[in-house]
């Protein structure tokens, strides 16, 4: 008789046990449907106020872009410009030596023209004066 009283304790035991840990199963069930309800409640949430700055960030990423495009045409208008004036300055240089080049010529050809006036007008009175 002990044994069967020991055998009914022992599924008494089991079937506390068993129920305990099924109610528990169930208590968890529960709390990971209510978890899963929150998560998914968070994710929609955070979805719906991430989705305005995301919109706004990818219309600020597009100007910056144009802003970019602008800048490099800027630039590659800055060393046209730069180009046209290093142009001009070795087209001056250029002009400046040229008209270094004729002045000095022209101050030779005067000082020859002077010299040949001068000894024209010296030839001139020689020949008037030994005609007197």
């Known amino acids: ?24 199963l169930v208590f968890f069930a529960i709390q990971i449907r209510h978890i899963t309800v929150t ?10 106020k991430l989705m305005p700055a995301l919109e706004e960030t990818e219309k600020t ?19 046209e410009v730069t180009d046209a004036v290093c142009e001009v300055a070795v087209n001056i240089r250029a002009v400046s030596s040229l008209v270094n080049d004729v002045r000095e ?16 007008l010296g030839m001139l009175l020689k020949n008037t004066g030994d005609r007197r």
């Open 1 to 24: 008789m002990e044994s069967q009283a020991i055998l009914t304790a022992a599924f008494v035991i089991l079937v506390i046990a068993v129920v305990g840990g099924a109610g528990f």
């Open 39 to 48: 998560v998914t409640d968070f994710c929609r949430h955070t979805d719906e």
């Open 61 to 79: 990423l597009k100007s910056i872009r144009v802003v970019a495009n602008d800048m490099g045409a800027i630039t590659a208008n800055m060393r």
């Open 105 to 120: 010529k022209v101050s030779l050809k005067t000082l020859g023209i002077k010299a040949g006036v001068q000894a024209a």
